[in-house]
């Protein structure tokens, strides 16, 4: 085994006995060596978005409505699916890792790309059709117009998806998460250049943020992947194989109940923004809700890195056969994610009124954001705890189950509370949000904090040790 690999394996597993205290600040350094750098990581990636949709947002309301429904909609509807089927390496390179079952990690890897590559083909047309789709689900003409011309210039970055999930979900089951983070931090400066150069310089307009996006999610994959081939995983990473195109059958299981599960959850806010088209001056809406939503996602990076961290934490444990291990470690990741939650959750009561002049400067959409502080308040803390639960359940293999959990939730519960509260009794945008959030997100919560304190660790950990132990 590597220098490097040794290093990584041992912030995994730790036999020496300890206290109590020492054990929570030995499962914390574990725990932050991964979540550390996904954060920064996230953060920076999602960063890229947020610099697009400012761009945009001061070339005008419509640009800024128009950017936001082909990004958050178009290409969140595939972004959710294909990262959630991406999810699948989490859980069986987590595992591999943890039981010593190197070889498999990159062979896995290259299933997902031959499986989220195919489901890229299936998903084209809803880029071809935007505009028809969109105008049909009831977005006004010039919003729609505008949005399908972007959408179209988006279907490099749609194929990126495919190849740089992937090699992010191998190189972090690894617990390379500084390599994550180091290229993020260069591909954000890029970005942002990239995007000036096309907006001040060339004068593209809203295309041009579009393209930046494209060359900017092809470089982070080009940069990773020439990490993983060159030299920086010598153990999991043996060259193309054939034995890839074996076993595929499996792993698309595990990957559409993956998808399936992410999904769900992720069209569940894309509904949000869509559902606001039929509220009075819908364009005001969209702008607001989306600037709260953006704001919204990026905090949420970082339970988001707390899904990946517990997620491996998780996975690595059980593949080496320590229920014990991974059930401490959902402790500390809950407490450590659900503090800062309340941090920013405080943070965006206090700048109620100021937050929004990041993304735009009109009157009428800052009251219209300011109106919303509260239920974005709310919305952080509960997703603080909700992600990590999640990460919980792709670590140990839950992901069919937990898919149940986010369709009843989420579509049985939360959208109908949503409609009758923002259309029928006539709340608008903040009784739509509420209905969601209170019916949807925290009954889902619920749920899956019930079947993680009901888990019966030991009988999953052995689950894992006999899924590889008949690999060679």
């Given at each position: ?10 912030l995994?597993h ?6 109590d ?5 030995i ?27 400012a ?23 595939n972004?959710?699916?294909l ?52 105008k049909?689900?009831?977005?006004p ?11 179209m ?9 495919a ?7 191998f190189?972090?089951?690894q617990?390379?998460?500084?390599v ?27 295309v ?21 081939t ?19 059958w ?15 959850e ?13 509220l ?6 969209v ?9 919204n ?9 707390f899904?990946?961290?517990?997620g ?11 229920g ?6 959902t402790?500390?990741?809950?407490l ?11 943070l ?7 937050f ?17 502080a ?6 952080i803390l ?15 293999g ?6 149940y ?22 709340l608008?945008v ?43």
């Amino acid at each position: 085994m590597s220098n490097t690999e040794e290093l990584n394996h041992g912030l995994l597993h730790d036999d020496k006995p300890s206290t109590d205290k020492s054990r929570f600040w030995i499962e914390s350094k574990k725990l932050w060596y991964i979540v550390g750098p996904s954060i920064f990581s996230r953060v920076a990636t999602f960063t890229m978005n947020v610099v697009t949709q400012a761009f945009a947002g001061h070339l005008g309301d419509v640009e800024l409505a128009a950017i936001t429904i082909s990004t958050s909609v178009i290409v969140g509807f595939n972004f959710g699916l294909l990262l959630g089927m991406a999810s699948a390496l989490e859980t069986l390179c987590g595992q591999a890792f943890g039981a010593k079952r190197y070889h498999m990690i990159g062979i896995y890897m290259q299933r997902s790309w031959i499986v989220l590559l195919v489901c890229c083909l299936i998903t084209l047309p809803l880029y071809i059709y935007a505009t028809p789709i969109l105008k049909l689900l009831g977005q006004p003409d010039d919003v729609a117009e505008l949005s399908g011309v972007a959408a179209m210039w988006l279907i490099p970055q749609h194929f990126s998806f495919a190849f740089l999930f992937p090699v992010q979900r191998f190189l972090q089951s690894q617990v390379k998460t500084p390599v994550l983070a180091w290229v993020s931090l260069a591909i954000l400066a890029i970005h942002i250049f990239i995007t000036w150069l096309f907006m001040n310089v060339f004068h593209f307009g809203i295309v041009g943020t579009v393209i930046a996006l494209d060359i900017s999610w092809w470089l982070n994959f080009v940069c990773l992947f020439s990490y993983t081939t060159l030299g920086g995983c010598p153990l999991t990473w043996n060259g193309f194989s054939m034995q890839a195109f074996s076993g595929l059958w499996e792993f698309v299981k595990l990957s559409a109940a993956s998808g399936v599960m992410l999904c769900l959850e992720n069209w569940y806010y894309r509904i949000l923004l869509l559902m606001t088209a039929f509220l009075d001056n819908a364009t005001i809406a969209v702008d607001a809700l989306s600037i709260c939503m953006n704001i919204n996602a990026w905090e949420m990076m970082i339970p988001l890195a707390f899904f990946a961290g517990i997620g491996v934490r998780v996975s690595n444990e059980l593949g080496a056969g320590n229920g014990k291990g991974a059930k401490y470690a959902t402790f500390v990741a809950i407490l450590h994610s659900t503090i800062i939650g309340l941090v920013f959750c405080v943070l965006i009561v206090a700048l109620h009124d100021k937050f929004a002049l990041i993304f735009t400067s009109s009157t009428v959409v800052l009251k219209a954001v300011e109106k919303m502080a509260w239920l974005l308040a709310f919305t952080i803390l509960l997703n603080s705890i909700q992600p990590v639960i999640s990460g919980v359940a792709v670590g140990s293999g839950w992901q069919s189950w937990v898919a149940y959990i986010n369709l009843g939730s989420y579509y049985v519960v939360g959208l109908p509370l949503g409609v009758v509260l923002g259309l029928v009794l006539h709340l608008g945008v903040e009784g739509i949000w509420g209905g969601m959030i209170f019916g949807g997100t925290a009954l889902q919560t619920i749920v899956l904090g019930i079947m993680t304190i009901r888990c019966d660790w030991e009988m999953e950990a052995q689950k894992a040790v006999l899924k590889y132990s008949n690999l060679k």
